[in-house]
């Protein structure tokens, strides 16, 4: 009978498998595409399982859900990947190593401070926080994101904050949108910033149905849920 682990890991491999073809065919070396699981709703278990595989990071939405997976697994690594309110970022900076949903300069002000308090009481040791910065190709505020009219603003001030660190991008692409050309165009700000920054800016873009698409126009990295842990429990 497969077990979990069993399921997990063929579901890994075949994932792996399908994210290695898609670099190849857009000629891209193989290994240079991260994936990042996406783990809202499944349990601890399955996070424990994914560090057993070889995972090292895996994602979440959920403030209070990732808190909680953290503490059970502190040598597991938790990528806030969904919208941060500003009353959280102190949480956030305790238990986060990095965050992908980075979208306005009050956000980058609070986590700075976050983690400044969280260093002050020894609820974390890395003194910086790897920050992407989430896009935005619409104008619904509740999807989060950062317009491109506002994007330098915010990257000038994060760039001042002594414990924010802007490594990139990430975006998801509105549902009436012509997915490759929001890939496109987000390839284009991280490399424009990555000259004006002098150093490699990060895409975080692509999910279970159009990761192979998002690798095409130079994804780094892939948010995959479904495709490796099945369906969400319902929460």
């Given at each position: 009978?497969?077990?979990?682990?069993?399921?997990?890991?063929?579901?890994?491999?075949?994932?792996?498998?399908?994210?290695?073809?898609?670099?190849?065919?857009?000629?891209?070396?193989?290994?240079?595409?991260?994936?990042?699981?996406?783990?809202?709703?499944?349990?601890?278990?399955?996070?424990?399982?994914?560090?057993?595989?070889?995972?090292?990071?895996?994602?979440?939405?959920?403030?209070?859900?990732?808190?909680?997976?953290?503490?059970?697994?502190?040598?597991?690594?938790?990528?806030?990947?969904?919208?941060?309110?500003?009353?959280?970022?102190?949480?956030?900076?305790?238990?986060?190593?990095?965050?992908?949903?980075?979208?306005?300069?009050?956000?980058?002000?609070?986590?700075?401070?976050?983690?400044?308090?969280?260093?002050?009481?020894?609820?974390?040791?890395?003194?910086?926080?790897?920050?992407?910065?989430?896009?935005?190709?619409?104008?619904?505020?509740?999807?989060?994101?950062?317009?491109?009219?506002?994007?330098?603003?915010?990257?000038?001030?994060?760039?001042?904050?002594?414990?924010?660190?802007?490594?990139?991008?990430?975006?998801?692409?509105?549902?009436?949108?012509?997915?490759?050309?929001v890939f496109e165009a987000s390839r284009s700000i991280a490399d424009d910033y990555a000259g004006r920054l002098g150093r490699p800016m990060l895409l975080s873009a692509g999910m279970s149905h159009d990761f192979e698409q998002a690798i095409t126009c130079g994804s780094d990295i892939v948010r995959v849920g479904t495709r490796?842990?099945?369906?969400?429990?319902?929460?």
């Open positions: 009978m497969m077990t979990r682990k069993d399921e997990l890991a063929a579901n890994l491999e075949g994932l792996r498998k399908d994210v290695r073809a898609a670099e190849r065919s857009a000629g891209r070396e193989d290994g240079s595409v991260a994936i990042l699981p996406v783990t809202k709703f499944h349990p601890a278990s399955d996070v424990a399982l994914l560090a057993e595989l070889g995972i090292a990071t895996v994602g979440e939405n959920r403030e209070q859900e990732a808190k909680q997976k953290a503490a059970e697994l502190p040598n597991m690594r938790f990528a806030m990947i969904g919208q941060i309110q500003t009353k959280k970022a102190n949480s956030v900076a305790r238990w986060a190593s990095e965050v992908h949903s980075l979208d306005s300069v009050k956000l980058a002000r609070a986590l700075d401070s976050g983690v400044a308090l969280a260093l002050e009481r020894g609820d974390r040791t890395s003194d910086q926080l790897p920050c992407l910065i989430q896009l935005s190709f619409d104008e619904d505020e509740n999807r989060g994101g950062v317009r491109e009219s506002d994007l330098a603003e915010l990257v000038a001030e994060a760039e001042q904050l002594e414990h924010v660190l802007v490594d990139g991008f990430m975006v998801v692409p509105p549902i009436d949108a012509d997915p490759a050309r490796l842990l099945g369906q969400r429990p319902v929460g």
